[in-house]
């Protein structure tokens, strides 16, 4: 193993956040290669090891796998430095992109590129469903937890961290055979968790309430309340969290319509950076279209707000956790909790699937659909079959699409 100096890992670390398209699966993949395989600055045991903590934890697991291999090389700075760099690339681009979508989204280009989008980033929704069942489901009672979470959502209106909370308490009640090791000791000290999530912590408040105080209490409260409490329960990827966003932002604060958070998440789907970087898009039109006085300069810092909600915790938990990786996957009571929560998480996913389907083809009613968006829906699933294209060549085509519909007068 060799050990580059701060600034030659940062130049990496930058690389990285530059090309980490593809979602979590090639960011991580990326890493591998960068930094296991071709520089050989980790290992390729401890970097395993890492990845399943990071994928333990809530928050995005590839932004928490990048702060973990910072911090294995240079500790708590080049943990800040590795997470850093690969969001801050991604974020820039989100904030800019959701400016042209607030400002000009009504416009005839515009307006086509978003048509055509919307249909592919429902196939992208329902291969991630397809993807975390066949991940998930290994048992029946499984099943039953998947089941029983999309009713949760889907008919009693639950939120998301109760889903999240019951799902935890089933899997403890599931048979020991489902653990992957057995249960071993806890660490002997807590000390360096307990400095780190305290700091931490503080952080997130004195930011929540010094904006506040200089700001007033809308929509800055709403932002801090909502992006710091779905920070804490994501569990399962983005996917899993977009449902507990969406609807808070489109339906409890109004800051967006849901056909436009389908918008953030095709963008999402097309820039390189973590998908939870839909949250800034959100966080964007939070301050966009505040009442008594909203707009860009407003928006563009409720977004960087929302990334900070975001992302804050994410390095918290992953910074108090990284000297105890290898004791935290040895405890047996963790795995069977979130066994439990991988399985309510495909049931929370189908929840958004149907969402974001409803807002985008069925807007005018389930017996009233879309039928230009409904044909794409099924060329694009068709496709997806056939060949399994990668998420920035579905985005990409749907965009394609909707520009070609609007040329030939079809839309």
Known sequence: MTTPSLCDALRVYTRIGLLSFGGPAGQIALMQDELVTRRNWIEGDAFQRGLNVAMIL??????????????????????LAAGLAFILPGTALMI?????????????????????????????????????????????????????????IFAAGLPFPLIVALAALAGLALPRGAEASPDGATPVTLRHAGQ??????????????????????????GVAILFTSAAFVSFGGAYALLPYVADRAVETYGWLSAAEMLNGLAIAEATPGPLILVNVYAGYFAGFSAEGGGGAALGVGTA???CFYTFAPSFMMILAAAPYV??????????????????????VVLNLAVYLTEASIFAQGWLAPDPVKLALLAAFATLSIWRNPP??????????AGLVLTLVGAI
Not at 328 to 344: E, P
Not at 391 to 400: D, F, H, K, P, Q
């Open 304 to 306: 960087m707000l929302a």
């Open 58 to 79: 809530p928050g995005p697991e590839a932004q928490q796998l990048a702060t973990w291999l910072g911090w294995r090389l240079h500790g708590v700075s080049g943990g």
């Open 326 to 347: 290898e004791a935290i996957q040895r405890v047996g009571w963790v795995r069977r909790a979130l066994t439990g929560v991988s399985a309510a998480v495909v049931g």
């Open 96 to 152: 800019l992109l959701a400016f042209i979508a607030a400002v000009y989204g009504e416009t005839r280009l515009v307006s086509a590129i978003f048509f055509g989008i919307q249909p592919a980033v429902l196939v992208i929704v329902a291969r991630a469903v397809w993807a975390l069942a066949n991940r998930s489901l290994k048992s029946p009672p499984a099943w039953a937890l998947a089941v029983l979470a999309f009713l949760g």
């Open 196 to 221: 780190v999530l305290a700091v931490g912590g503080a952080i997130i408040l004195a930011m929540a309430v010094l904006v506040e105080l200089g700001g007033g209490r809308d929509p800055f409260r």
């Open 391 to 400: 998420m920035t060549t579905m985005v990409g085509l749907g965009a394609a």
